[in-house]
C-alpha cells in the first residue's frame, strides 16, 4: 500500500527528496529506489532534487492496478 502510494506519487507528480512526504516515507524511498522503480537520474550524469518513477516503476504499478 505505502509503495503503490509512492510510485503514484513520483509518476503523477515527482516529489523532493528532502522535502515532507520524502522524509515520511523515506523507508519505502528507499527499498523502491533499490528495486529500480524509482529514481533522481535524469541524463547521462545528471541527477535531480526530485524522484522519478522509472519504466520499471510504471509496469509495477500498471500490474498492480489490473
Not at 12 to 34: L, N, Q
Amino acid at each position: 500500500m505505502r509503495l503503490h502510494r509512492v510510485l503514484t506519487r513520483a509518476h503523477r507528480g515527482t516529489f523532493r527528496v528532502k522535502g515532507d512526504f520524502g522524509r515520511k516515507e523515506a523507508d519505502i524511498i528507499a527499498m523502491a529506489a533499490s528495486l529500480q522503480l524509482i529514481t533522481t537520474k535524469v541524463g547521462p550524469q545528471r541527477f535531480a532534487t526530485s524522484w522519478h518513477i522509472t519504466t520499471k516503476g510504471l509496469t509495477w504499478l500498471n500490474e498492480k492496478e489490473d
